[in-house]
């Protein structure tokens, strides 16, 4: 009765998919993939955080040093 209907599927699609499955059982480290840790697991994370952090403290010592100008007058 209304057969026909079944969706084609894409190759590179497929073959995308599985290697994404299979990804931890074909993991080799190399020195790019240290590198690539490195620089996006540790390093800009650690940045990130210190400019955070710094940016804070910043403004803290800021607003006190106004708060205590605002106590002069």
């Known amino acids: 009765m209304g057969g026909g209907m079944e969706a084609n599927k894409n190759r590179f699609i497929e073959e995308w998919g599985s290697a994404r499955e299979n990804l931890e059982h074909n993991f080799r480290w190399t ?30 010592y800021v607003n006190d040093m106004l708060s205590s100008y605002s106590d002069i007058s």
């Open 31 to 60: 020195r790019r993939n240290f590198f690539l840790v490195g620089l996006f697991g540790i390093a800009i994370p650690v940045l990130v955080y210190r400019g955070v952090v710094s940016g804070s403290w910043n403004m803290f």
